[in-house]
């Protein structure tokens, strides 16, 4: 049993040179928000929330943390994490309904839950993906993702040096900017390269269909969100069978019974929970065993910084399967501070930290430069 005396959120914001864009929106910065929980014995745990959108959203959920969840679970004692994630999801039900709010509320509770698994991990001694039932694995898949519209060969290049050999391109920007982009991209990279696509919910159905269709000739190793996340499942079903392509979705997916749906009937071939975005590794441990027991591949979704991204590695690890972790190719300070304590890249392979619980930490010293403070 461990008793929480301290929940503490710290938002960064990185300036960028280049922004990142996606069908939808835009990030002019790179955002994250840590959270570091610490027990009655000084041990300490570290999660990430979700937070890249709207503009304020790392600010307003740190918000969330301090006035609404931190009280509910400081001064309590817990045996494991899932029962604190229960306590506050059964606490701010009502609240994201009266708000209208339940995505931020998620994300923050699903960053808390990362935290404490940590912690967990860490009073045991043993590596997270250990904790949670895994087996020993060395070293797990990667791809680089996030390679923007214009001339992502020249990103995907320099990624390839350091040693990526998976790569996903975002589309939705026009039929004939996104095949110019992914027909040099298979011209780069030859035919055996996996080269994944996303559409981050561009299209509509009959779109869709038209675009995988004319995708299809280069071979993309699946087709992310292709239409929003919320079509009914019969139509993505239908989408599923004219598609050429494999369908990807998950990242947009919240609650156990629309997993349950995707699993069982959007006709998808691969799953991709964000744990920080929805369910932290409490809800999504089983969502993932589920997925992976019923013929799909689990792949974790993650655009963020280093501690939800080694987190997804972990969670990756102990789930199993043939998935690979998704890794943004644009710089990212907060990220690569945790990144690099991984070592380096080795033929699109990472090793997973043999260390207690996350196996690695913040070097707050080295970002502090970039900390918000929280009004």
Known sequence: MTTITRVEPQVYRVP?????????????????????????????????????????????????IIETLAPMLVGKDWNEPADAYRHLTACTEVLAIQSGEPGPIAQAIAGMDLALWDLFARRAGIPLHRYLGGTPVEDLPVYASGLNADEPEKLAKRKHEEGYRRFKLKVGFGREKDIRNLRVLRETFGGETPIMIDANQAWDVETAIAMAQACAPFRPAWLEEPVRADVPVSQWAELSRLSPIPLAAGENIR???????????????????????????????????????????????????????????????????????????????????????????????????????????????????YRVTIR
């Open 255 to 369: 609650g156990e019974a629309g997993f349950e749906d995707a699993i069982a009937s959007m006709g998808l071939a691969f799953l991709q929970p964000d744990i920080g975005k929805w369910g932290g590794i409490t809800a999504c441990l089983g969502i993932c065993r589920k997925a992976v027991s019923s013929g799909l591949v689990y792949c974790p979704h993650w655009l963020g910084g280093g501690i939800g991204l080694v987190a997804s590695l972990h969670l990756l690890a102990a789930v199993g399967g043939e998935g690979s972790l998704e890794i943004d190719a644009n710089p990212n300070p907060l990220r690569e501070i945790h990144l690099e304590q991984l070592g380096i890249l080795r033929e699109g392979r990472i090793a997973i930290p043999a260390g207690p619980g996350l196996g690695v930490l913040p070097r707050i010293e080295e970002i502090a430069r």
């Open 16 to 64: 960028i040179e280049r922004p990142v864009i996606t069908s939808f929106g835009v990030m002019r910065d790179r955002p994250a928000l840590f959270v570091r929980v610490v027990d009655a014995d000084g041990a300490e745990g570290w999660g990430e929330v979700w937070c890249n959108f709207p503009s304020v959203g790392a600010e307003h959920r740190a918000r969330l």
